[in-house]
């Protein structure tokens, strides 16, 4: 599973709704997308074509979707336009492969030149770029990490684990011991956290785990919970469920200077906040106003929230409560992230909905309402295996390389023997 849909089911192998905008009886674009891929596979073009136009027609920024639509192009024989859809694909970052991809095959045999130019950048979309080192690796290969947080104080790393539901402490030297332990107190999968250190706190996201439900379809309800914790002892300050009702799944934090805090929850496609001192969370954001939304940050001047989600980014200035989807420039996208930090007027993120997957560094304007362009710090490094969260630390990014979260199903672990110790990188961040 790839690209778009991939993309929504990476933390627990879970779909999403498809008609939070569309309606409860019309087909959404996912279904078309996820029919389209099926029709491409089946080796059917025809039959895909429509419905990865259709698709494509929402996700107009999303290079997989472009790809495979290029895909569906060639193969019903509109090479043109499957190279000016290639080329869209392609100037996004994307397409590495497409000069050997047998869909391809016949726009090479006919020597056009416009499929020519595209050759040296479908090349160098798939180089590896950065100079990522081995921070630290955990010998637990089985913990399935989603989340990290850093502790400026102890200089600690915290890694939560999916499939052993708890919390793990690197110390600066590299010594690694549970933090809370598995399943105490009620918690249960880790995703995203967060350190408040001015109040000596962890935060964190905790979901119930998959169950199987019947036909293979989507579970009729999950809860969650937000999770404080002493950064001292690991003792358990507070707990605060999900509302009641739906399926929840918390994903990630974005913490406020003054205590408070927003929270993502993927699957109801809402955003949560939480008032500094207390103890019930507001809907910020209504379920269904996003297709799941995930990684989530703070300006470090508190003005801005910016919250990523399937179709790229959203934006609120807190003050005036004005609300936008972040714009970029032509040829940058910010769909397909997970993982979302701010550092120095820009956006730190991880982009798992990428293949070959990547960290990129979005600078935005002054205004801090716009990116401006983009940098890749990291991308096809041989230890990524879904990235998915990070941490900044100063001038450093720490994360998660090698999350295997493939490997995650209902019943745990898959093929336990077959992981491989988690992997934390460090690369440097512009200053």
């Known amino acids: 599973m790839n690209g778009a849909i991939r993309r929504c089911v990476l933390v627990t192998a879970l779909t999403l709704r498809v008609a939070i905008a569309f309606g409860q009886d019309e087909v959404g674009p996912y279904e ?19 419905d990865l ?22 193969l019903t024989g509109d090479a043109d336009g499957a190279i000016a859809t290639l080329a869209r694909a392609v100037a996004l970052g994307y397409g590495a492969g497409a000069d050997t991809d047998p869909a391809f095959a016949s726009l090479a045999d006919a020597d056009r030149p416009a499929f020519r130019a595209l050759l040296p950048k479908i090349v160098a979309n798939g180089r590896p770029v950065g100079s ?130 927003f929270l993502t929850d993927s699957e109801e496609g809402a955003v949560y906040r939480l008032r500094a001192g207390r103890d019930t969370l507001e809907v910020f954001q209504a379920p269904g106003r996003f297709f799941y939304p995930n990684g989530i940050a703070l300006s470090d001047d508190g003005r801005y929230l910016y919250v990523a989600h399937v179709l790229g980014v959203a934006a609120w200035e807190l003050g005036s409560g004005r609300s936008f989807d972040l714009p970029t420039p032509e040829d940058v996208t910010i769909v397909g992230i997970d993982g979302l930090s701010f550092h120095r007027g820009g956006l730190v993120a991880i982009q798992n909905g990428m293949e070959p997957n990547r960290v990129a560094y979005f600078p935005l304007a002054p205004s801090l309402d716009r990116v401006t362009g983009e940098r890749v710090l990291e991308r096809g490094n041989r230890n990524f295996e879904i990235p998915t969260t990070g941490a900044v630390v100063g001038n450093s990014y720490y994360f998660i390389a090698n999350s295997q979260l493939r490997a995650l199903g209902p019943e745990g672990v898959k093929d336990s023997e077959k992981r491989k110790p988690v992997v934390i990188l460090e690369i440097g961040l512009p200053r």
């Open 53 to 74: 136009e259709a698709a494509a027609s929402v996700f107009r920024r999303d290079p997989d979707v472009l790809y495979a639509l290029a895909k569906a192009k060639a």
């Open 132 to 261: 990522a080192r081995v921070a630290f690796t955990l010998s637990e290969a089985d913990l399935i990490p989603e989340g990290i947080a850093s502790d400026p104080g102890s200089r600690r790393l915290f890694v939560g684990s999916l499939a052993r539901n708890k919390i793990v402490a690197i110390s600066p030297d590299g010594r690694a011991a549970d933090f809370v332990p598995s399943g105490r107190d009620g918690l249960q999968r880790v995703l995203g956290m967060k350190v408040d250190a001015s109040r000596k706190s962890l935060w964190v996201c905790s979901a119930e785990a998959d169950s199987p439900s019947p036909g293979g379809g989507r579970q009729a309800t999950r809860a969650s919970t937000l999770f404080r914790f002493d950064l001292a002892t690991g003792k358990t300050l507070r707990k605060i469920p999900s509302p009641p009702g739906g399926t929840h799944l918390f994903n990630d934090i974005a913490l406020e200077k003054d205590g408070g805090l």
């Open 32 to 50: 078309r997308y996820q029919r389209g891929m099926a029709a491409l596979e089946a080796k059917d073009a025809p039959r895909a074509l429509p």
